[in-house]
T-cell receptor
Framework: DADVTQTPRNRITKTGKRIMLECSQTKGHDRMYWYRQDPGLGLRLIYYSFDVKDINKGEISDGYSVSRQAQAKFSLSLESAIPNQTALYFCATSDAVVAGVETQYFGPGTRLLVL | EDKVVQSPLSLVVHEGDTVTLNCSYEVTNFRSLLWYKQEKKAPTFLFML??SGIEKKSGRLSSILDKKELFSILNITATQTGDSAIYLC??????????WGAGTKLIIKP
């Protein structure tokens, strides 16, 4: 079974709709992240959470919100989807800093198309 | 502004060739540099580099970091079609927000 799972894997929605992307992990990691990936732009951080009570904005948080329901679950919401939010979305986890460094583990991604 | 730049953006070679992918960075505080391979969807971890001059090696892949010149290279020898992927470089600037390069798309032709 995959350690980091995302649902749905693909989603098509219309402008103005609210949608939620979900991420679950069985790795027991405290840290979770949401990224979006656009061609030619690499990965950009949307939000991150270091534990259930800790939520932080990333580089491009406008138009998004998150919820850390439990250590294992971190959801990303688009309150009112717009076409330029069409992208590939990744959830990632890490188990804090070990020996001064951190490695992130990624879910399979959710491909979102906003019409 | 912190940034990570990868080059080339894309590369096409024939099976058996050796390739070198580049990653240069500018960050205020540096903790580590990471290489990931992205085939179809999720990036998978390859290497983490923290010290200059120490080569990390895994099979036909190797990587080294130069903290003085602020770059890293990823070498792949005797390339195979299964090496075709996007290779991503990221830098940890000590604030827990990785800075990602745009990636190098590598295509290996049989």
């Amino acid at each position: 079974d995959a350690d980091v799972t995302q649902t749905p894997r693909n989603r098509i929605t219309k402008t103005g709709k609210r949608i939620m992307l979900e991420c679950s992990q069985t790795k027991g990691h405290d840290r979770m992240y949401w990224y979006r990936q656009d061609p030619g732009l690499g990965l950009r951080l949307i939000y991150y959470s270091f534990d259930v009570k800790d939520i932080n904005k990333g580089e491009i948080s406008d138009g998004y919100s998150v919820s850390r329901q439990a250590q294992a679950k971190f959801s990303l919401s688009l309150e009112s989807a717009i076409p330029n939010q069409t992208a590939l979305y990744f959830c990632a986890t890490s188990d804090a800093v070990v020996a001064g460094v951190e490695t992130q583990y990624f879910g399979p991604g959710t491909r979102l198309l906003v019409l | 502004e912190d940034k990570v730049v990868q080059s080339p953006l894309s590369l096409v070679v024939h099976e058996g060739d050796t390739v070198t992918l580049n990653c240069s960075y500018e960050v205020t505080n540096f903790r580590s540099l990471l290489w990931y391979k992205q085939e179809k969807k999720a990036p998978t971890f390859l290497f983490m580099l923290t010290s200059s001059g120490i080569e990390k090696k895994s099979g036909r892949l190797s990587s080294i970091l130069d903290k003085k010149e602020l770059f890293s290279i990823l070498n792949i020898t005797a390339t195979q079609t299964g090496d075709s992927a996007i290779y991503l470089c990221a830098v940890d600037p000590s604030n827990y927000q990785l800075i990602w390069g745009a990636g190098t798309k590598l295509i290996i032709k049989p």
